[in-house]
């Protein structure tokens, strides 16, 4: 048990250094990239803000990387100081010794969805707020109240506000459609109602409309239309975007917002793609951990080291790539969402496993 702690302590110290880095890194290219994005507009204190409000979304996406640079950095430092040809000569095997980090790696998984996750939704609204204080345009068109949708889009009066009780998944159509169109200074202008409105290019188009007519006229009559055409700026690909994002939504509150999503008739395919991604994220961390062991836990008498680490770090990117696309799938409903999120780190275990079981026979 002792050279498992003293294994486990390497591999947390080894974390620590290689998060501490690699935040170094991203937040000094992060701060650099903002200084030049809002030159002239925000001053250095107020982008500095911003960068320190990125940061826990930074530490979230290079968690994984982290993982396997400490994989590396551990079991490299253990084969140079020959204490892997001490413990195996001891009757220890390398998969043994590998038992606690792979415990660490899985449980530090559980962490980064389970309270690691809210805090990056958290900061990731303030992200938004404070590019919108900085003269970023950042808006959310759409959102859900009880059972209604809403949704603002501009007119050319000023705004409007559409309501609508449920939509087709595609975003194409609403169902018991109000439209609510106000001027510039906040005064309602007319009042607009259908069953269907289909979204169309550069129009909603509403068939037996109703309209009252507010601003100038004192008692408002009610105009009937076999068809009309509201115009608007907006596409169906658009209007399935303005949802909040995934990234913005605590994980535990990701299940009850899909359902309101879906209730609405829209498609929650994207939320819960990333809600099945998170919960996949401890083992993405072992397979990264196992990607790293296979890759280092030879003796260094026969040589190949640095082809070794390359090879590793190559493997580890080229899993982010496999994984990046079957996301896309996904998204895409290509693949069903279980095995676009859960498919590729499995498969990630296995080959690095199988690897790792080869160097060992060797």
């Not at 792979?102 to 900061?123: H, K």
């Not at 068939?207 to 239309?225: I, M, N, Y």
Request: aromatic content about 10%.
């Amino acid at each position: 048990m002792k050279l498992y702690r003293y294994v486990g302590r390497r591999f947390i110290w080894s974390l620590l250094k290689a998060q501490l880095i690699i935040i170094g890194i991203i937040l000094l290219f992060d701060t650099v990239d903002l200084l030049q994005q809002f030159k002239g507009i925000a001053g250095t204190a107020a982008v500095l803000g911003l960068a320190a409000v990125r940061l826990p979304a930074i530490v979230s996406q290079t968690f994984p990387l982290v993982v396997l640079i400490a994989s590396l950095w551990t079991f490299l430092a253990l084969a140079r100081s020959s204490e892997l040809v001490i413990s195996r000569a001891a009757g220890v095997s390398g998969l043994k010794l590998i038992t606690l980090p792979l415990l660490l790696s899985f449980s530090l998984g559980v962490f980064a969805f389970s309270a690691m996750n809210p805090i990056v939704s958290a900061t990731k609204q303030r992200e938004s707020q404070l590019r919108q204080s900085l003269g970023s345009n950042v808006e959310t068109k759409l959102s859900l109240s009880g059972q209604n949708i809403w949704l603002r889009q501009s007119s050319e009066s000023g705004q409007m506000v559409l309501q609508a009780s449920r939509a087709e998944q595609d975003g194409s159509a609403l169902h018991n459609v109000r439209m609510f169109d106000f001027d510039a200074q906040g005064r309602i202008v007319s009042r607009t109602e259908a069953d269907v409105a289909v979204l169309q290019k550069g129009a909603w188009q509403l068939t037996d409309a109703r309209r009252w007519q507010f601003l100038g006229s004192p008692s408002p009559e009610k105009e009937q239309f076999a068809d009309l055409a509201v115009p608007t700026n907006l596409t169906s690909s658009q209007l399935l975007n303005s949802f909040a994002a995934p990234e913005t939504i605590p994980f535990w509150q990701l299940r009850p917002y899909i359902a309101r999503i879906e209730d609405s008739g829209f498609s929650g395919v994207r939320h819960r793609l990333y809600f099945q991604t998170e919960l996949a994220r401890p083992l993405v961390f072992v397979a990264m951990t196992l990607i790293g062991a296979a890759f280092s836990m030879r003796p260094v008498r026969f040589g190949n080291t640095s082809l070794l680490v390359l090879s590793a770090i190559l493997a580890g990117f080229s899993f982010y790539f496999v994984l990046d696309v079957a996301t896309s799938f996904g998204a895409a409903r290509q693949v069903p969402v279980l095995v676009a999120s859960w498919a590729p780190p499995l498969a990630a275990m296995m080959l690095a496993l199988a690897l790792l079981l080869h160097f060992e026979d060797g």
